[in-house]
């Protein structure tokens, strides 16, 4: 998922860890099969075609950064339209702070620790250099909102530094998940933060989304009685700690298998899944998470099944009917596509078609999140499409077209002081970014509730999940192994 280094470079743990590997089931080598492959492609498409100057809007028009995101790994996964991938992983750099702090709503000192994780995650998926990504150095960000040793159950947690006026912190495991994935992609990935992501499983090999009860933190997920599991934070999770079992982490391997194992056991007869909460329904945002965990796994039947059910969403130029013009997307739900073909996507609807897709079309492309941007696509597209746009360097961060409000300074712990009142610019890239336009669209009147800035909308981060290096210890024998594509 990253630019400075790739995810086996991890691979320097003891004959115990190996071994531990070895009990978990292999990830697949092999491309999806053809038809997901072009189901896939055609979905990045449809979406390359939503963006406008290298950006995703939101409900009201406005940029929507963290779906933007989405749209960045999700054409990451498929090679398609590398020009629109590339203007937006610019405007994104030039937006950091607009998506992982409330800076632009007046409310200063605030920093959102799933933002943070997320932007970590993407610009090394993008193939950006996460230390210098539109002057900000997001590892170190990232490493500095972690809770530290001493911090007893909630060590390792990724946090949001937040102030009276912007509430409390509500990070959760999808953050947690992007923590790890963005961390292990970027560096080494600490111990304590894969500790706490495996704390948030129960006995039964689900996730929880949430950490936090009304009385506050909860120590573990079999502490909190009637604690709901979430397909989504489990497909979230096993993505994660496959990326940092492969990295060396202790106990990521089997509890990773555990969560692959209650994903199988969520699957629908017709091979989709349901989320939880109000998503509880068959969707295709869980079905593609679900998918791309259940590929990262090795778990190809299943992943294949979700391949299907989610391919049963697609519009295409023979089933779309009135919406036979947006061929290629992917729809929430049966109802969604239903309506669409006999009435095309009204313009209310869609904001949900775009993140219903971006989410999708990672379980159909089965690269897991901890793998894209670090192997070919499967088919990648030759001639990418879409209309002339700005263009971020694939080794360098872009160069935005304002300097950065503040340029945080890694400490030598690893932490990071931004310097208060620090207007420096980033350094330019090389070669250097064709500056994007600048978003015209104004915030909105208040800023996200906390916690749910670094929450893709679409389910990811976002996430995707890791091939699992298995070392033969026997024979002496190395595998590196790619799993499904992450990028739902």
């Given at each position: 998922m990253?630019?400075?280094?790739?995810?086996?470079?991890?691979l320097?743990?003891?004959v115990?860890a190996?071994?531990?590997?070895?009990?978990?089931?292999?990830?697949?080598?092999?491309?999806p099969?053809?038809?997901?492959?072009?189901?896939a492609r055609?979905?990045?498409?449809?979406?390359?075609?939503?963006?406008?100057d290298g950006?995703?809007?939101?409900?009201?028009g406005?940029?929507d950064?963290?779906?933007?995101?989405?749209?960045v790994?999700?054409?990451?996964?498929?090679?398609v339209?590398?020009?629109?991938r590339q203007?937006?992983?610019?405007?994104?750099?030039?937006?950091?702070?607009?998506?992982?702090?409330?800076?632009e709503?007046?409310i200063?000192?605030?920093?959102?620790?799933?933002?943070?994780?997320k932007?970590?995650?993407?610009?090394?998926?993008?193939?950006a250099?996460?230390t210098?990504?539109?002057?900000?150095?997001?590892?170190?960000e990232t490493?500095?909102?972690v809770?530290?040793?001493?911090?007893?159950?909630?060590?390792?947690r990724?946090?949001s530094?937040?102030t009276?006026?912007?509430?409390?912190?509500?990070?959760n495991?999808?953050?947690q998940?992007?923590?790890v994935l963005?961390l292990?992609?970027?560096?080494d990935?600490?111990?304590?933060?894969?500790?706490?992501?495996?704390?948030?499983?129960c006995?039964a090999?689900?996730f929880r989304l949430?950490?936090?009860?009304a009385d506050?933190?909860s120590?573990?997920?079999?502490?909190q009685?009637g604690a709901?599991l979430?397909?989504?934070?489990t497909?979230m999770a096993v993505?994660?700690?496959?990326?940092a079992?492969?990295?060396?982490a202790?106990?990521?391997?089997?509890?990773?298998?555990?969560g692959?194992?209650?994903?199988?056991?969520q699957?629908?007869?017709d091979?989709?899944?349901?989320?939880?909460?109000?998503?509880?329904?068959?969707?295709?945002?869980?079905?593609?998470l679900?998918?791309?965990?259940?590929?990262?796994?090795g778990r190809d039947?299943e992943?294949?099944?979700?391949?299907?059910a989610?391919?049963?969403?697609?519009?295409?130029?023979?089933?779309?009917?009135k919406a036979?013009?947006?061929a290629?997307?992917v729809?929430?739900h049966?109802?969604?596509?239903?309506?669409?073909?006999?009435?095309?996507?009204?313009?209310?609807?869609?904001d949900?078609w775009?993140r219903?897709t971006?989410q999708?079309?990672?379980?159909?492309?089965?690269v897991?999140?901890g793998?894209?941007?670090?192997?070919?696509?499967?088919?990648?597209?030759?001639?990418?499409?879409g209309?002339?746009s700005?263009t971020a360097s694939?080794?360098?961060?872009?160069?935005?077209t304002?300097?950065?409000?503040a340029?945080?300074?890694?400490?030598s712990?690893g932490t990071?002081?931004p310097?208060?009142?620090d207007?420096?610019s980033p350094?330019a890239?090389t070669?250097?970014?064709?500056?994007?336009?600048?978003a015209?669209?104004?915030?909105?009147t208040?800023?996200p509730a906390?916690?749910?800035?670094g929450l893709?909308?679409?389910?990811?981060?976002?996430?995707?999940?890791?091939?699992?290096?298995?070392?033969?210890?026997?024979?002496g024998v190395?595998?590196?192994?790619?799993g499904?594509?992450?990028?739902?």
């Amino acid at each position: 998922m990253s630019r400075p280094r790739r995810l086996g470079t991890g691979l320097a743990a003891t004959v115990a860890a190996a071994l531990a590997a070895l009990t978990t089931p292999m990830t697949v080598l092999a491309a999806p099969a053809a038809a997901d492959a072009a189901a896939a492609r055609d979905a990045a498409t449809w979406l390359g075609g939503e963006f406008t100057d290298g950006i995703l809007p939101g409900p009201f028009g406005g940029p929507d950064w963290g779906l933007t995101i989405d749209g960045v790994v999700a054409l990451s996964a498929t090679g398609v339209d590398t020009s629109t991938r590339q203007a937006a992983t610019a405007q994104v750099a030039a937006h950091v702070r607009a998506y992982n702090s409330y800076d632009e709503w007046g409310i200063e000192g605030f920093t959102d620790g799933g933002a943070t994780a997320k932007l970590l995650y993407a610009a090394s998926a993008a193939g950006a250099d996460p230390t210098d990504f539109g002057g900000y150095d997001l590892r170190a960000e990232t490493l500095s909102l972690v809770s530290p040793t001493g911090t007893g159950d909630q060590r390792g947690r990724i946090t949001s530094r937040v102030t009276a006026d912007s509430g409390p912190d509500a990070s959760n495991t999808f953050d947690q998940s992007f923590a790890v994935l963005g961390l292990a992609r970027s560096g080494d990935v600490p111990q304590d933060t894969v500790d706490f992501l495996v704390r948030q499983q129960c006995a039964a090999g689900g996730f929880r989304l949430y950490p936090d009860t009304a009385d506050g933190p909860s120590p573990s997920c079999d502490e909190q009685p009637g604690a709901t599991l979430d397909v989504d934070s489990t497909a979230m999770a096993v993505q994660a700690l496959l990326t940092a079992a492969d990295d060396g982490a202790t106990g990521a391997a089997g509890a990773a298998r555990r969560g692959a194992d209650w994903l199988v056991a969520q699957q629908h007869a017709d091979g989709s899944f349901g989320g939880s909460g109000p998503t509880t329904g068959a969707n295709s945002n869980s079905t593609g998470l679900a998918g791309q965990a259940l590929a990262a796994a090795g778990r190809d039947t299943e992943a294949a099944r979700a391949a299907d059910a989610l391919t049963a969403l697609q519009l295409t130029d023979a089933n779309g009917g009135k919406a036979a013009a947006d061929a290629g997307a992917v729809a929430y739900h049966t109802e969604g596509f239903t309506t669409a073909v006999a009435a095309g996507i009204a313009d209310i609807d869609r904001d949900q078609w775009r993140r219903a897709t971006a989410q999708a079309l990672l379980g159909l492309a089965q690269v897991p999140l901890g793998r894209i941007g670090l192997d070919l696509p499967p088919s990648p597209d030759p001639t990418p499409s879409g209309t002339a746009s700005p263009t971020a360097s694939p080794t360098g961060s872009p160069t935005p077209t304002t300097s950065a409000t503040a340029n945080p300074t890694p400490t030598s712990t690893g932490t990071v002081d931004p310097p208060p009142g620090d207007t420096a610019s980033p350094p330019a890239a090389t070669p250097s970014a064709t500056t994007p336009p600048a978003a015209t669209a104004a915030p909105s009147t208040a800023p996200p509730a906390p916690g749910l800035v670094g929450l893709p909308t679409t389910g990811t981060a976002i996430a995707g999940y890791v091939l699992v290096a298995v070392l033969m210890v026997g024979g002496g024998v190395l595998l590196m192994v790619l799993g499904r594509r992450r990028t739902r």
